[in-house]
């Protein structure tokens, strides 16, 4: 399933992608960190062994990855960060996801992470994918509503 369209991320894919981010994906981490969003793009593909880049007509519109949860080795925190562009790859990441997921939870016991409430289609998204999203509670600097998203390895 591994198609042109991905591969590993390579240093030039992080500065293309930043500043292109999409303002759904700048306003969510912000409202999780109050950090600028290129920087965590940054330190989030430094930071996980499996790390992928997603291009569109040679372009680069979105990079994912896996972090490990630093208090729990069989935990790994999951992420997408993406250009408006990664719409045009709509189809062929739900026809391709799955295989992605499989690939990381080879890697944790248990993926989970945090989704912004406002950000309805990440949730669609997730849900597609097979994670179980829970009811939003406040999280971050300000305490803003999000969904603990999260799925347990089942092999």
């Not at 989030?44 to 990079?63: E, K, L, M, N, W």
């Not at 080795?73 to 408006?84: D, F, T």
Request: net charge negative; with cysteine; charged share 25%.
């Amino acid at each position: 399933m591994e198609n042109s369209n991905v591969r590993s991320t390579v240093w030039q894919d992080i500065q293309e992608l930043q500043g292109n981010l999409r303002n759904e994906d700048r306003q969510e981490v912000w409202a999780a960190t109050h950090r600028d969003p290129d920087t965590v793009l940054e330190q989030a593909v430094t930071h996980s062994p499996y790390c992928q880049t997603i291009f569109c007509d040679g372009r680069v519109v979105g990079i994912f990855g896996v972090a490990p949860d630093p208090r729990a080795n069989s935990k790994g925190s999951p992420w997408l960060l993406a250009s408006n562009d990664i719409e045009k790859m709509s189809m062929y990441i739900l026809q391709n996801c799955r295989y992605y997921i499989l690939q990381i939870a080879d890697m944790f016991e248990i993926l989970e992470n945090y989704v912004d409430a406002r950000n309805k289609e990440s949730q669609r998204w997730l849900k597609w994918c097979g994670f179980v999203l829970e009811d939003p509670t406040p999280y971050g600097p300000d305490g803003m509503p999000f969904h603990r998203f999260w799925m347990r390895r089942t092999y």
